[in-house]
């Protein structure tokens, strides 16, 4: 076996029994296949409403492994971040729908903004990494003003 195939192995073993980790730089990786084995006709639909200054509701909690859309609607008149990073990297992605309109797929994202009144971005995703995260507003001073929130993966 040559160093090159023996590495190729190896990989091909820490990726099959790897547990899923979260680095600040991570994301799940294997993202399509757990976005395969999810059951999508089961898929929950979870709405947060963005408004001046606040998140509804505040706290949302995932189950691991099921299949989600999360809906975000900004209903205020002022633009609002969804801004969620380390969240972001603990799911693995199917989509994001913006507007009902555009369909954005990538490994991982970081915020979705702005989003104007009237907006609606659809996520679609499996929660994968177990833990607590945060979600904020990071415009001017809304997070001082309320807009925060926690995202759990239990
Ligand atoms: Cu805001």
Redesign the pocket.
């Known amino acids: 076996m040559t160093i090159r195939a023996r590495l190729a192995a190896c990989l091909v073993i820490a990726a099959g029994f790897a547990t899923p980790l979260l680095a600040n730089d991570d994301y799940i990786r294997d993202a399509a296949e757990r976005v395969k084995a999810a059951d999508w006709n089961a898929m929950e639909v979870v709405t947060v409403t ?1 408004d ?2 606040s998140f509804t509701p505040s706290e949302l909690r995932f189950k691991a492994g099921k299949a989600y859309k999360l809906q975000l609607k900004n209903v ?1 008149k ?4 969804f801004t969620a990073e380390k969240f972001f990297r603990a799911v693995a992605w199917r989509k994001a729908m913006v507007d009902k309109q555009a369909e954005v797929k990538a490994p991982y994202f970081t915020a979705f903004e702005p989003l104007k009144n009237g907006g609606q971005i659809d996520l679609y995703f499996v929660p994968v990494t177990k833990g607590s995260y945060d979600v904020i ?4 001073d ?2 001082q ?1 309320g ?1 925060s929130g926690t995202l759990v993966i239990e």
């Open positions: 963005l001046e200054h205020g002022k633009d609002h971040y507003c990071t415009i001017e809304h997070q003003q807009m």
